[in-house]
């Protein structure tokens, strides 16, 4: 699987340092799931984490603060563990995080109506950002929007097109604020996506604004 | 700031006056602590990185006191989580800012954090030493190429990561040699997802 559409570096480091809303988190480690050179980019923000971290001035510790730590490791030590993958349930569109999200795979997504045959799933995670599972028939558009902040929307099955490119498994679309675009899922399937936003999206049409809070998107 | 033609007092001399070993310090303790569960070598573990950890912590917003406690928590999980370590994967000091990391997000933002999906481990139970040591001097001279930085610049990078500053300002423009070390990476997935086949 080749990945076309990647992560931006500013959202790759700050998933390293750990500045992201929770939400956005799922979203980054579930394209980095699917993206190996997201991977090897993380880690390299990783090992910049690293040497931010060496290069801290030196903090003293507490006086007593080796003997509580050789305390609790004496204590609690579970000796030496052989390394092991851990047995996880595999689904074949959602990777491993969204597994742990949903709680189950693809069959366990408690899917919403939200009118025009589109369903979705809002999973919880902090309040700073929402992010949702979008079911979206082959054909059909998610009607013309813009956004108050970010809306990032990753394939997970299927494909859609707009007016930046098109979007197939593994791909990430960021849409930043002055993005306006009609997303229209492929004809030849239907389409799942996670999306996340950091506001609430804005609809240019006036039906849209009016079925936009039933919409709950 | 620091002189870097001077070793710390507990012991990185080899740290900042370059490659005099063949593998970076910390990876022998760690493995040490990993396979033997030896405590010496987890004690001067604590007495290099402790220090740090706390420093950092305290750098994205914590008092002394809850930084202290926070750090000792992140030694321990060094010490519980050791069997998973892997040189030819990251640095010691690149996998402790990983567990620091998600110990401040744990504490801080109260939230949980999302990991990637595990790749599969390889076939090769030992990975191969051309490639710990490469990763290892490429993650020293990412170090170096940071302490070398103007300050301002470093301040920036340093503000990112302790959470003060947005990223999208410096991300493409930090001037540091990320390139080689992603390049390294990729191609150990490379062949790790060859391997799987």
């Known amino acids: 699987m080749t990945v076309k559409h990647h992560l931006t570096d500013d959202l790759l480091m700050a998933y390293s340092a750990g500045d992201l ?17 997201c991977r090897a980019a993380l880690g ?5 984490g690293g040497a931010v971290l060496s290069t801290c001035e030196s903090v003293e510790m507490s006086k ?11 204590t609690q030590d579970n000796g030496v563990q052989e390394r092991s993958a851990p047995i996880k349930l595999k689904d074949d569109v959602l990777p491993a995080p969204l597994v742990d999200y949903v709680g189950g795979g693809l069959e366990n997504v408690r899917w919403r109506s939200a009118g025009m045959g589109v369903k979705q799933a809002v999973l919880p995670t902090t309040k700073d950002a929402t992010a949702r599972l979008l079911y979206i028939p082959a054909g059909t558009a998610i009607p013309d929007h813009g956004h108050n902040g970010m809306e990032l929307t990753l394939v997970l099955k299927g494909a859609f097109q707009d007016e930046s490119g098109y979007f197939s498994r593994g791909d990430i679309e960021v849409a930043s604020e002055d993005l306006n675009h009609t997303p229209v899922a492929d004809i030849s399937e239907d389409c799942i996506c996670l999306a996340v936003t950091d506001a609430p999206l804005k609809f240019k049409g ?3 604004r009016i079925v936009q809070p039933f919409l709950g998107i | 700031m620091r002189d870097p033609s001077k070793g710390d ?7 900042t006056t370059g490659m005099t070993n063949d593998v970076v310090p910390w990876v022998d303790d760690l493995v040490a602590v990993r396979d033997t569960r030896d405590e010496a070598a987890f004690i001067r573990v604590f007495g290099h990185f402790g220090p740090r950890v706390k420093s950092f912590l305290m750098r994205t917003g914590m008092d002394a006191a809850l930084a202290e406690e926070c750090a000792q928590e992140v030694l321990v999980t060094v010490w519980n989580k050791a069997h998973l370590y892997d040189a030819s994967r990251a640095s010691p000091s690149t996998w402790i800012f990983t567990i620091a990391r998600n110990k401040k997000i744990d504490v801080l933002r109260k939230q949980r954090r999302p990991e990637p999906e595990d790749l599969p481990w390889g076939p090769e139970a030992e990975p191969d030493q051309a490639d710990v040591i490469g990763l290892q001097q490429e993650s020293e001279q990412l170090g170096r190429a940071l302490r070398d930085l103007p300050e301002k610049q470093r301040e920036l990078i340093e503000k990112a990561y302790f959470g003060d500053l947005s990223h999208s300002e410096i991300a493409d423009q930090t001037g540091l040699p990320l390139g080689t070390i992603k390049s390294r990476i990729r ?7 060859h391997s799987m086949k």
């Open chain 2, 9 to 15: 007092v507990d012991g990185t001399e080899s740290l």
């Open chain 1, 44 to 48: 390299s923000y990783d090992v910049m």
């Open chain 1, 206 to 208: 006036l039906v849209p």
């Open chain 1, 21 to 37: 809303p929770e939400a956005v988190n799922l979203i980054v480690a579930t394209h980095i799931s699917l993206c190996d050179d």
């Open chain 1, 64 to 74: 007593n603060s080796l003997n509580s730590v050789l305390e609790m490791i004496r």
């Open chain 2, 187 to 193: 191609l150990a997935l490379e062949r790790l997802r």
